[in-house]
Structure formats: C-alpha cells, structure tokens
C-alpha cells in the first residue's frame, strides 16, 4: 500500500506578498512550517506533509490549470486535513477549495488545530462538555468549513505539540476509519 499523508490547510493572502518572504510572512503559514520543524528535528513526529507530494507552484501560477488541480491532487493522496484556524485566518479562495473538496468530496476527517490557544482547556466550556465560544467564533471565518465539518470526524486541539502529536497518531481520524462524523476533543 503507498503512504497517505496529511494535507495541511492554513491561510495565505492572496495574492501574496509581492515581499521575498510571500508566504512565509502569513502567520498560518508559520504555524505550518512548526510542524515541519517538529518533523525535522524529530522522526517519529508522525506528520506526513502532502505538500511535499507533488512539486511546487509559483505564486503568479494560473489558479484553474495549476493551483487546483495541484491542490485537489495532494488531498487525494491524504489520510486527513490538518486546519489552522487563527484569529489571522481568512475566507481565501484556496482555503474554500480545500475545505470544500476535502471534506465535501473526499470525506477526510479534520484535525483542527487553534494557534492562539494554547492548552485543552482553551477550547472547553468550564464543565469541560463542549467546545467554548471562542472556538465556535472562529469557524465563522471560513464558512464553508462550519457549514461542512458536520460530514465528518472532527478533532479540535490547541497548538500544543504533544498534544498534536496524540491527534496526528488517532488513526479515528484518518479517511475510511468508520469514525462518526461530529466534534471531538480532548478534556484533560
């Protein structure tokens, strides 16, 4: 059987920075690149990167001949999306695509990872039952993914590296793991 990856989701602006940075300079962005970091000073870090899947495109590429289709081509080849969603997140086209395909056509379960918060707790009510507000707020930054996301498993989890380490290792979030669609998280 050929390897699955997980296919990271996060927010560029578009068009991007005309700045050498591009990119880079996207907070998303940079919260991406923390997981490929954790992966490179450590192997077993278990993040497959579908990015690196396919070869890479440049900024000024043609959104219908070679955007889409390259981004369609590495959610194919994924086990599941990992979804920042910041407080610097916005409704890009590319993001909708993603979100859109992934979930909608693909059915992959979602990490969802939150940046500014830090630990479980950050994402609970105070009777540790439900997820909190602050993370309820931030699914209205890209619709198409609140509107979705109750078509499949999804598992919210702060920006904290064991802990993402514990969701990334989950195989209930993995395509095909007969997992039920809904909202998951960890309490303690």
Sequence with gaps: MSKIYNYSAFYVSEPFSQSALGAHASKDFCYYN?????????????????????????????????????????????????????????????????????????????????????ANDDLLTADKNNLNNTVKSLWNKLPVFRDSKSNVPVLHVPMNKET?????????????????????FYNN
């Design 34 to 118: 923390m997981l490929k970091a954790w992966k490179g000073a450590d192997s077993s870090f278990p993040f497959d990167n579908a990015h690196e899947t396919t070869y890479n495109v440049r900024d000024n590429s043609d959104w219908e001949s070679t955007l889409k289709p390259r981004l369609r081509e590495r959610l194919r080849n994924s086990k599941n999306i990992i979804l920042f969603l910041s407080d610097y997140t916005a409704n890009s086209r590319a993001l909708r695509e993603e979100i859109d395909y992934g979930i909608n056509t693909l059915e992959l379960p979602v990490i969802v990872i939150y940046p500014d918060l830090k």
């Design 164 to 184: 993402i380490r514990k969701a990334l290792s989950n195989v209930n979030f993995r395509v095909g793991s007969g997992k039920k669609s809904g909202d998951y």
